[in-house]
């Protein structure tokens, strides 16, 4: 299990120096954005997020190259300027990437169609994954520490939806790019055809973070959700 958010805290400066010396000529050199450099440097609450992922566990020396392989993604992705205008109408209007309700335990639902987010080619395929790099960020950034629930509706998918890349992309995201984000994920109706690529990406877990991902059938949304929440999903219930 990740540590607590108090177990966390007394780390911060310790985190924050070893930081700016490890990756001092990443800071001059601006392979990070200075505005993600400036939150570790002033924010003791994303810094205690990658303190609490279940990479580090507290551990300051397995926190700094999660912060690294982080801040170079935000940078290379310009995570900081996406805004609504980012994306195109088209995307928008699938409806397959979207926060809705709120579960059971009160985390906010991160809603994603896999069957709408079928791959294309490789700049579509990018611009879906930014998409929902957005998504998490808009959370993220908000309240770091909140977690969040992923709800995944695989009903109807086929091996032509099954976009390994942007599956791997969203473990990566909980994984690293959005530390502490994830509560756990919900994979709705996982069709038999898609097993096999299931489990090739499931060997990316570890026992742990495999932990976090449920596997749930038609009738089981309301052990997470009550009817008030269930209602935006009816073919779930």
């Known amino acids: 299990m990740s540590i607590t958010i108090e177990a966390a805290a007394p780390k911060v400066p310790e985190l924050r120096k070893a930081f700016t010396y490890k990756y001092s000529n990443n800071i001059k050199t601006g392979v990070y954005d200075p505005r993600d450099v400036n939150r570790i440097e002033t924010d003791d609450a994303y810094c205690r997020c990658f303190l609490r992922t279940l990479t580090s566990k507290g551990d300051v020396e397995k926190a700094l190259p999660v912060m690294d392989e982080c801040l170079k993604f935000r940078k290379e992705w310009e995570i900081n300027d996406l805004n609504e205008n980012s994306f195109p109408a088209e995307i928008w209007e699938r409806n397959a990437v979207y926060y809705k309700g709120h579960t059971k335990d009160g985390n906010k639902i991160l809603y994603i169609n896999l069957k709408e987010n079928d791959k294309k080619d490789d700049e579509a395929r990018k611009m879906i994954q930014k998409f929902i790099a957005y998504h998490f960020n808009l959370h ?98």
Request: glycine share 4%; hydrophobic share 45%.
């Open 140 to 237: 993220h950034r908000e309240t770091p520490e909140k977690m969040a629930v992923v709800l995944i509706d695989m009903e109807g998918a086929s091996t032509g939806n099954m976009d390994m890349n942007s599956v791997k992309f969203i473990i990566t995201c909980f994984k690293i790019y959005f530390p502490a984000y994830l509560d756990y994920m919900l994979q709705y109706d996982m069709p038999f055809i898609l097993t096999a690529a299931w489990k090739v990406i499931s060997a990316l877990l570890n026992k742990e973070q495999a932990a976090k991902i449920r596997m749930i059938k038609k009738g089981e949304m309301k052990n997470y959700l009550d009817d008030d929440n269930l209602k935006h999903w009816p073919h779930m219930q």
